[in-house]
């Protein structure tokens, strides 16, 4: 949608409807809300026809659930639901129907006498300590606003700050939710008892839900679910062989979620397990929920049973640390560890403990209603510090009621598949600087607590003389400087590794608050510099395989002086086809206009100008924002030429630079033939999957094994459309809701990777000048049959003899037989259709184990059968003609 697009919108928006009427003073009164610039994609206007339920002057579609919102002086109601219900009206047209109910009569019971009613809660809830033990308050931490109170204040305004984003940014984002969920066994009567243990955080990212899942005490999973509470499956998600960069971890995107999955997610109703193959039906199982301190987590922990004989129970713990001073937030979740006990008030002991020596403890009283335990440990030391980012700590949580339940773990940096990762450029120096460098950074924070650092700088006009770590700037003109690389500068590149990161340097690293600066001769301050964030996981295996290209004005010719920078992942897969990944940083605001992204391709090397043939250009899109990402899936064989001959670059245009204000030259792409092996057999078969042909005696082999690989649901793919999980080397046509069955694509499983690979159908080239489409339903019009001659019709239509049948397009004659053909699949040699007395029969061959001598079989393309003699087959024939006629 473009700007103006979205601005034309916003005067479609109909008025806050009121409630009732008698409010209509009341609302005049008041000044009108200011509407927003833009309105958000993932609240769109309603369509013309489209189906749905309009309530307070806003459209919900079909199915979607809300708690009414009365405006002033009533607020938004929590305890009424309000849910569109589909119907149809007297046309038979699809329309819904506003429903509300109050669910206050579906709170359950307090188990305790001073229940209290939180802010924006229906049913009143349990406070967590009872007077014999006092319930400790923590800081108020997980409260956004709290937690960023004065954060950007002490920030000098003589530097540029424009490019700063904070992670209160990142949390108050509308465009990405996050989640977290405990995964236990032994949840339900039919899941095993098991002493695993798994944490799965999400974020949702307008209609793709990406999940990073760290799992203690289980084998490796094959498949990712998730299901409705009644277990209804909704997806499955293959687990990706070398996809995560880490032991024990799944790293993974479910694409193209539906509208009514998300709701159920949102309303924490979504569950995910996880499926071995020792579990088929999934071993460990979780509820997705939201939670307050996902936002502020950097450590993170998973509790298993001390006891291995006590199954079914574990827990998580989400801990970050305060913004100025060393004091240790944590929220501790469990699952099967207060279950077993029998009063409403359990004790509970958690411990931080190095090595076996206890350095922090605490008692408190919890309920099984609100599990959640949260709590502060206030002053940890410099060495407490360090043992904290270098993962040498445990927590433990026991239950002080004589079972000895006690589940422990260690703490460690927060686990993620995300990339840690940042765009240096003169935008967003200190002193902002044009001169169309760039610096690419890539930065990996280990287990073990040392980072380790990749940075490439390109297009400086003078000699580097300083790349640091910095944090922002605390007094005037003078830089904090946390780390100093420049002793591993080497013509052009940075890598090492930092050795002596403490807690609160891993901490601010992953809350965004780290930046890295290249200063130069003619820029002692800085000519780069860039601000260190995540990139989410995208599924795209290059970015931990290898750095990132490098954009920058330099590269243009001639070079374009610019205060803007970038890099990109780019790679092609085995079907050739091109993933990238862009980031640029220093474009400015968003008035700007869209960026646009183009590959390109040259047939010589040089300047721009000295080139002799003809530029290959190929657009790859136009995006808002710093990020884009797609996959071009029809390049041409020029431009797989110039990728492969490395002289292909990425470019990137502005409206203000539109001939381009920032390239990168791609790396080659090395394409070699593959060398056969001679083989020693006299007969040769060439497989579909194989490059090379092999011995006819190994093709039962290979064949025995893909069908063994098929019935193992380690290798397959689970297909959204059609909610079907599909084996290995599988073909079919798709079925896409609600458009039903698509003829005009076939989808094939690659079993080894769980991609589902959909092209379109290619029809064949006809000859004749009146081609037809055989069937409305079919994706390939065929060139119609001869038409018979008057005599032979007329035969066919006298009254006196077996009449003719009708199949398709084509008449055939009585006792006739035929294999039907089926665009785009063509004739179906497994299928014999035969005409009698103007009725059609249609039978699919059934194939059976055949028992005859290897002279005596018969090979087609759908059984292998015995032959009989000949005299033998002319006998049946008469027989089945004769069978036919009466």
């Known amino acids: 949608m473009t700007l103006l697009g979205a601005a034309l919108l916003l005067l479609l928006l109909p008025p806050r409807a009121l409630p009732w009427p008698g409010q209509g003073a009341l609302a005049a009164s008041r000044p009108p809300k200011p509407l927003l610039p833009i309105q958000p994609e993932s609240d769109p206007l309603p369509s013309k026809g489209a189906a749905g339920c309009s309530f307070g002057g806003r459209f919900y579609a079909l199915e979607d659930t809300w708690h009414p919102d009365l405006g002033d002086p009533f607020g938004i109601m929590h305890c009424v639901v309000c849910s569109c219900e589909p119907q149809r009206n007297r046309r038979g047209k699809p329309t819904g129907k506003v429903s509300c109910k109050n669910i206050k009569h579906d709170c359950p019971t307090p188990m305790c006498n001073d229940a209290v009613l939180l802010p924006g809660h229906c049913c009143r809830t349990c406070l967590k300590a009872t007077p014999s033990i006092p319930e400790k308050r923590p800081e108020p931490l997980f409260d956004n606003l709290e937690y960023f109170q004065d954060k950007e204040d002490d920030l000098h305004r003589n530097y540029n700050d424009r490019a700063y984003l904070s992670v209160e940014d990142l949390a108050r984002d509308e465009s990405r939710t996050d989640f977290v969920a405990l995964l236990t066994g032994g949840l339900e009567p039919w899941m095993p008892v098991t002493s695993a243990v798994a944490k799965a955080r999400f974020t949702l990212v307008r209609s793709s839900l990406l999940f990073s899942i760290h799992y203690e005490r289980l084998g490796q999973p094959i498949r990712v679910r998730f299901t409705e509470p009644d277990g209804t499956v909704l997806s499955e998600q293959p687990v990706q062989k070398g996809a995560s960069p880490q032991d024990q971890m799944i790293c993974g995107m479910w694409r193209n979620v539906q509208k009514s999955s998300i709701r159920l997610l949102k309303m924490d109703q979504l569950r995910v397990s996880l499926v071995t193959k020792s579990h088929p039906a999934g071993e460990v199982r979780g509820k997705i929920i939201k939670h307050r301190a996902l936002f502020a987590e950097t450590f993170s922990s998973i509790l298993t049973s001390v006891d291995p004989a006590h199954v079914g129970m574990g827990g998580i713990a989400m801990l970050t640390l305060s913004d100025t001073e060393n004091n240790l937030h944590f929220v501790l979740v469990t699952k099967g560890l207060l279950e077993s006990a029998g009063s409403p008030w359990i004790p509970l002991r958690v411990q931080i403990l190095h090595q076996e020596t206890v350095l922090r403890e605490v008692l408190a009283n919890v309920t099984q209603q609100d599990p959640d335990f949260a709590e502060v440990l206030t002053g940890l030391s410099s060495q407490e510090m360090l043992w904290l980012a270098q993962g040498h700590l445990r927590i433990t949580a026991e239950v002080e009621d004589g079972s000895r339940h006690q589940i422990a773990g260690r703490i460690t940096i927060r686990r993620s598949c995300d990339t840690i990762q940042s765009v240096l450029c003169g935008g967003d120096a200190l002193i902002p600087t044009q001169t169309g460098a760039v610096g690419s950074a890539k930065l990996t924070l280990h287990m073990n607590g040392t980072l380790e650092y990749q940075v490439q700088v390109a297009g400086t006009g003078s000699e580097v003389i300083g790349v640091t770590l910095e944090t922002k700037p605390r007094r005037r003109n003078r830089r904090n400087i946390l780390y100093d690389m420049t002793h591993s500068y080497r013509d052009g590149m940075v890598t090492g590794i930092w050795e002596e990161a403490n807690g609160r340097d891993a901490h601010m690293l992953l809350q965004n608050e780290l930046f890295l600066n290249v200063a130069t001769r003619d820029f002692e301050e800085g000519e780069l510099r860039g601000q260190i964030s995540t990139l989410l996981y995208s599924g795209l295996l290059a970015r931990d395989r290898e750095l990132p290209l490098p954009l920058a004005g330099q590269f243009i010719s001639p070079p374009v002086r610019t205060g803007s920078a970038g890099h990109a992942w780019v790679s092609l897969d085995d079907h050739c086809h091109l993933h990238y990944e862009i980031v640029v940083a220093g474009l400015g605001r968003a008035d700007d206009g869209t960026v646009s992204a183009h590959l390109h391709g040259f047939a010589e090397l040089g300047e721009l100008q000295e080139r002799s043939s003809r530029e290959h250009k190929r657009l790859l899109r136009g995006f808002y924002g710093t990020e884009a990402q797609g996959v071009v899936k029809d390049l041409d064989r020029d431009m797989l030429y110039h990728l492969a001959q490395g002289t292909a670059f990425l470019q990137v245009s502005t409206k203000a630079n539109p001939r381009g204000e920032l390239r990168g030259k791609k790396r080659t792409v090395i394409c070699d033939p593959v060398l056969c092996q001679p083989l020693n057999c006299s007969q040769l078969v060439h497989l579909e999957d194989r490059c090379c042909p092999v011995c006819e005696e190994k093709k039962q082999i290979l064949e025995g094994q893909r069908a063994e690989r098929a019935r193992d649901s380690s290798e ?171």
């Open 716 to 886: 397959g793919c689970y297909f959204d459309g059609d909610k079907t999980w599909r084996g290995a080397g599988t073909h079919w046509h798709p079925v896409v809701p609600p458009f039903g069955l698509i003829k005009c694509a076939i989808c094939t499983c690659k079993g080894t990777t769980g991609e589902v690979h959909c092209e379109k159908v290619q029809c064949p080239r006809l000859t004749c000048s009146n081609p037809i489409r055989a069937s409305p339903s079919d994706c390939c019009k065929q060139c119609p049959a001869p038409e018979r001659s008057p005599s032979a019709l007329s035969d066919m239509m006298q009254a006196d003899g077996p009449r003719a049948c009708k199949f398709g397009r084509q008449w055939y004659m009585h006792n006739e037989s035929w294999h039907p053909t089926v665009p785009p699949f063509g004739e179906m040699k497994c299928i014999t259709c035969w005409c009698v007395s103007g009725e059609t029969h249609c039978q699919r061959q059934e194939c059976s184990p055949a028992s005859c001598s290897g002279e005596g079989k018969k090979e087609d393309s759908c059984c292998s059968t015995c032959q009989a003699p000949k005299e033998t087959r002319e006998n049946l024939r008469d027989e089945a003609r004769g069978s036919w006629e009466h």
